[in-house]
T-cell receptor, first 113, second 112 residues
Framework: DQQVKQNSPSLSVQEGRISILNCDYT??????FLWYKKYPAEGPTFLIS?????DKNEDGRFTVFLNKSAKHLSLHIVPSQPGDSAVYFC????????????FGPGTRLSVLP | DTGVSQNPRHKITKRGQNVTFRCDPI?????LYWYRQTLGQGPEFLTY????????KSRLLSDRFSAERPKGSFSTLEIQRTEQGDSAMYLC??????????FGPGTRLTVL
């Protein structure tokens, strides 16, 4: 039973448009959420995080929105660039300790020029 | 480049053989994590070290798996009597603080 779900295995977006990657979770005790980006032949790299005391966190072109009541978070990338093409993993935890992070299966984003 | 290296990058072995992977985090990484990632899935936690002490093991880590981190620097993950189900990407990550996990490029294991 997956506690963190990313129901879209893939997403294609035109360069310059908005990319929206979604993540749903089942454990209401999750309080910390992270997004990682992974390029082929590389390990995941940390992108942005949010804790449950916030509903939005922004870093440049990347914004994460959290809806705790719906157990849903989303990552918005605007404007999307071809270099954003990668697999994006959502991860969640009850605390902020790495051993407790549960990762989703990932969404492959393709930004088309 | 996160500064975390893993060797080898690829390993092909026959079922029943033993394999060992190495992870070199940067010196500031007090915590070191091992994850396994199978096709179509996200990373799954295996075990972690705080300096040289192995503090937690996932139930995924069967008794055929052993990990060490002598002197709190590099770490090794050994799989004995490999099975085809062990085929996966093995990732290690160093952590200097909360939310600061830096993953290595991974070792892809294929068990024939």
């Amino acid at each position: 039973d997956q506690q963190v779900k990313q129901n879209s295995p893939s997403l294609s977006v035109q360069e310059g448009r908005i990319s929206i990657l979604n993540c749903d979770y089942t454990n209401s005790m999750f309080d910390y959420f992270l997004w990682y980006k992974k390029y082929p032949a590389e390990g995941p790299t940390f992108l942005i995080s949010i804790s449950s005391i916030k509903d939005k966190n922004e870093d440049g072109r990347f914004t994460v929105f959290l809806n705790k009541s719906a157990k849903h978070l989303s990552l918005h990338i605007v404007p999307s660039q071809p270099g954003d093409s990668a697999v994006y993993f959502c991860a969640a935890s009850e605390d902020n300790y790495g051993q407790n992070f549960v990762f989703g299966p990932g969404t492959r984003l393709s930004v088309l020029p | 480049d996160t500064g975390v290296s893993q060797n080898p990058r690829h390993k092909i072995t026959k079922r029943g053989q033993n394999v060992t992977f190495r992870c070199d985090p940067i010196s500031e990484h007090n915590r070191l994590y091992w994850y396994r990632q199978t096709l179509g899935q996200g990373p799954e936690f295996l075990t972690y070290f705080q300096n040289e002490a192995q503090l937690e093991k996932s139930r995924l880590l069967s008794d055929r798996f052993s990990a060490e981190r002598p002197k709190g620097s590099f770490s090794t993950l050994e799989i004995q009597r490999t099975e085809q189900g062990d085929s996966a990407m093995y990732l290690c990550a160093g952590e200097g603080g909360p939310n600061e996990q830096f993953f290595g490029p991974g070792t892809r294991l294929t068990v024939l």
